[in-house]
């Protein structure tokens, strides 16, 4: 089997656009976790509340979060982009960058990429395996799938292809089951995902003025996958992992880049919290 993976590491401004809107969890045993299309991490504006739940229905862990990023650009300028509430400022908006090194997007791109994308890695197992199934002269796809099988109708909404003219035309992972190069589940093709229950998101730092920081845009696109697993380590499976691929879609070049993740961390209530390591278990 031939397995797609684009992960190229390369490292527009418009007026008022529309605030992210659109959120999706991590809902897989003692997790429940929100994220938002323009990188906000637990906490909505919008309904004042934050879900970061482990277990589920217990208080958030996590009252806000979200990545920063800074560097030095040409003539010494001081780009950044930062993440806090959602509510005082933004300086990241949903959707992908133009190659062309202008990292351009369009609100109307924008708004496309305003979704959080959810996959799960036994609905993609089960899919590869009707298919290795109906290739294989040896099996019988009634014995495997009596009830039959069906294409998870989120396998066709997984945004593997970007169509818009300039973009990189290839962007959440996925398998190419044939290796023609193009994603269509009904050819075996399937999200691939980290984890055992994946989001996926996209979101940059260019669409506007950064009334977040107040600093100059990197010109950064930033590929969203947070995960979790199940399994029988309680450890593991109350762990929220993401993993961000960060692009500088950008011509320019940055000097003493830095990249941080901001944390507002509240067990239920924000005046008794207390973080800390637990040296003995590593």
Not at 15 to 40: H, K, M, V, W, Y
């Amino acid at each position: 089997m031939n397995y797609r993976y684009p992960l190229y590491l390369l490292c527009a401004s418009l007026s008022a656009p529309l605030p992210a809107q659109d959120l999706g969890q991590l809902e897989i045993n003692g997790i429940r976790a929100q994220f938002r299309s323009d990188g906000l991490i637990a906490y909505d504006p919008a309904s004042t509340m934050s879900v970061m739940q482990i277990p589920p229905g217990g208080p958030s862990a996590l009252f806000s979060g979200g990545l920063w990023a800074s560097g030095i650009g040409p003539g010494q300028t001081v780009h950044t982009a930062v993440m806090t509430y959602g509510t005082d400022g933004s300086d990241f908006f949903p959707g992908p960058l133009t190659m062309d090194g202008s990292a351009w997007i369009t609100s109307d791109v924008s708004q496309q990429y305003d979704h959080v994308w959810r996959a799960n890695r036994s609905d993609i197992e089960a899919h590869i395996t009707y298919f290795n199934c109906l290739g294989d002269p040896g099996c019988d796809p009634s014995e495997q799938f009596p009830d039959g099988y069906t294409v998870p109708s989120y396998f066709y909404d997984w945004p593997a292809m970007n169509p818009n003219p300039g973009y990189d035309p290839y962007l959440a992972p996925f398998y190419d089951f044939n290796a023609d190069g193009d994603y269509d589940p009904d050819d075996g093709d399937a999200p691939c995902i980290l984890g055992d229950q994946a989001l996926f998101f996209v979101f940059n730092d260019k669409l506007a003025t950064h009334t977040q920081s107040g600093g100059l845009p990197l010109g950064l696109e930033v590929q969203a996958m947070p995960f979790a697993y199940t399994g029988a380590d309680a450890a593991l499976e109350q762990t929220v992992f993401i993993r961000y691929h960060v692009i500088n879609r950008s011509s320019a070049q940055y000097v003493g880049a830095r990249l941080g993740f901001y944390n507002d961390f509240d067990l239920g209530c924000a005046e008794d919290d207390f973080i800390g390591s637990d040296v003995g278990r590593n």
